[in-house]
């Protein structure tokens, strides 16, 4: 684990270096700098030598062309782990009833097990984890389908307890393997089991989520809070995980009840709940960009700035749409759009004046 945990470090500095490499030819072509033969000769060997000792502890990609090729083996090993998982649902759906019921609680005992020996096996024998990673995630969708159907069997009544049973798994396996999309998977777990909590907590079926999205806001925020709160040994790229889906969790809830609020537990009339969180919901995202940018977060600053605009844009529509001329409807937009993109530029140059 301790070299897993420096690789993302190694593939900075690799890409550091070839920026460097970048840089210093342009300057030399320009007459800005100028080596000797021996000394360009003595930098090439140093860099050379540093890039091939960290492929070799980390195998990584030294070039775009790799970058671009271990793009598409993460997505062809997310495809295949979806399309397996599929495969073997569909396999078990069409022989499953000429099995008995023993036979049956035995597959799905058994399969979640096989798939964490492969995984095992995987991650003992290569180092950028594509094929654990394809494992791991049918591990997780075969400990699903293990409750879930268990639970039809023996005419289990649902309960939002399954979800944390699957959020704790996924994330036992997201943190010993230091895979974000299982990661993901389990944030998204946890948070529908939180939600599910305060609804039963305030009288209603947990399984209505949809009708009060504001349950699903106390959950959000405390996966924002639990980014700022990981412990030292958390990859350093989880962090991002827990405040991107803490963050698109609030702004989805909100955006929802700026549109209707009528289950809102506010203690006021439907259209002024709405009218709070849309209030709410353009100023925290307005925040957010501000600080995405201050800090220079690309990913909190396009998820804030894509909510702002779905906000604003949703007021809109509900101001004018019944009433003002399509065409100029969509005249007032694209200005508003151009109004907009110009604010941006503006803040962004002015943070980034502030940050120098």
């Known amino acids: 684990m301790g070299e897993m945990a420096s690789k993302r470090e190694a593939q900075q500095r690799a890409d550091r270096i070839r920026a460097f490499r970048e840089e210093l030819g342009a300057l030399e072509r320009e007459g800005a700098l100028e080596l000797s033969g021996e000394q360009r000769q003595r930098l090439d060997a140093y860099l050379e030598e540093k890039l091939a000792e960290l492929v070799r502890q980390f195998d990584i990609d030294t070039t775009e062309s790799q970058r671009q090729v271990s793009w598409g083996m993460r997505i062809a090993s997310t495809i295949g782990a979806l399309a397996l998982c599929a495969a073997v649902y569909l396999f078990f759906y069409r022989y499953w009833g000429l099995l008995t019921t023993p036979v049956q609680v035995a597959l799905l005992a058994v399969t979640p097990v096989l798939c964490l020996l492969g995984a095992q096996f995987a991650a003992r024998r290569e ?52 895979l974000r999309l299982l990661l993901l998977a389990g944030l998204v777990c946890g948070i529908i089991y939180g939600a599910a909590l305060l609804a039963l907590l305030a009288g209603v079926f947990w399984g209505n989520l949809i009708e009060n999205p504001e349950n699903l806001i106390v959950p959000g925020l405390l996966v924002l809070g639990a980014s700022r709160l990981a412990p030292r040994r958390t990859p350093p790229e989880f962090p991002a995980v827990y405040h991107l ?29 709405e009218v709070f969180y849309q209030v709410a919901g353009l100023a925290g995202t307005a925040f957010t960009v501000w600080m995405g940018i201050r800090q220079r977060q690309a990913g909190v600053v396009y998820l804030g700035a ?6 604003l844009y949703a007021r809109f529509v509900d101001w004018w749409w019944d009433w003002m001329p399509k065409y100029l409807f969509f005249l007032v937009i694209g200005l508003i759009s151009v109004g907009l993109l110009v604010l941006f530029k503006r803040l962004r140059g002015r943070l980034t004046e502030g940050v120098a």
């Open 306 to 311: 894509g909510f702002f605009i779905l906000l």
């Open 245 to 273: 889906t803490g963050l698109f969790t609030v702004f989805l809830a909100v955006f929802v009840l700026s549109i209707t609020a009528r289950a809102s537990y506010l203690p006021v009339e439907h259209k002024y709940a």
């Open 127 to 178: 180092r950028t984890l594509y094929f654990t990673s394809l494992i791991c995630l049918a591990a997780f969708a075969a400990f699903v389908t293990n409750l879930t159907v268990l639970g039809g069997i023996f005419n289990v009544t649902p309960s939002p307890g399954a979800f944390l049973a699957w959020s704790l798994f996924a994330l036992l396996l997201a943190y010993h393997y230091r």
